[in-house]
Each structure stands twice: as C-alpha cells, then as structure tokens.
C-alpha cells in the first residue's frame, strides 16, 4: 500500500524558491507514475507537474514550466518538487499523489495522496 507524506511548504516571499518532497512510508510500493498538484481555497485541484516513476516522462503545467522541476529518487522512494521564482498565483496546498494506471497529467489517473502542505507567497 502507497503511504504519502509532503514536507517543505511554508511562508515565502515573491521571488524565492522551495523544495517539496513527499516521501512513501508504506515500503517499495509498485507505481507507474507520481504527481505534484496544488489547491487554493475555492478552486479545483489542479496538475501541476508528473512524472513516470522510469522518468522517461514528464509534463509540466504551462503556469509553472520554467520555473518548477519535478523529480524522483527510486532508491528513496521519494518525490521533489523544486520550485523557483515563486509567485503569489502559486500559493495553494501542495499535494503529491500515485497511480498505477491512466493519464498521468489528469487528477482522474491518481489512486493515493499525501494530506498536503500549505505554501504560501507574499506579493
């Protein structure tokens, strides 16, 4: 069973950066892919950023490409999210969340999820 568990989202100015993990504690569950998406009050969730757990491929969201990176460490069974040059359009919970089967850029493809953390950027 996939145990996800986010860590890193705290309160940032404009222009500043943050790295996001999110760590499976539940051993070396088999998964196709793992994502990063994001909430803010009163609005969907949306895809921010996903990755096959190969690494073979990956797509970003067209309002972060640039700025954020996603990455995996297998041996670790952990995910990043690098994110830089943080706006205040970013501010949301930060999820990440695994699937097994589906489209890996769409929220319908993810099976498990992390309870989230907060990330907040001042303007």
């Known amino acids: 069973q996939v145990q996800l568990a986010e860590s890193g989202g705290r309160l940032v100015q404009a222009g500043d950066s943050l790295k996001l993990s999110c760590t499976d504690s539940?051993?070396?569950?088999?998964?196709?892919?793992m994502g990063w998406f994001r909430q803010a009050p009163g609005k969907e969730r949306d895809v921010v950023a996903a990755?096959?757990?190969?690494?073979?491929?990956?797509w970003y969201a067209d309002s972060v490409k640039g700025r954020f990176t996603i990455s995996r460490d297998k041996a670790k069974n952990t995910l990043y999210l690098q994110m830089n040059n943080l706006q205040p359009e970013d501010t949301a919970t930060y999820y990440c969340?695994?699937?097994?089967?589906?489209?890996?850029?769409?929220?319908?493809?993810?099976?498990?999820w992390g309870q989230g953390t907060p990330v907040t950027v001042s303007s």
């Open positions: 539940g051993g070396t569950s088999i998964r196709y892919f």
């Open positions: 969340a695994a699937g097994v089967a589906g489209v890996f850029s769409q929220l319908s493809g993810y099976s498990w």
């Open positions: 990755i096959t757990w190969t690494g073979t491929n990956i």
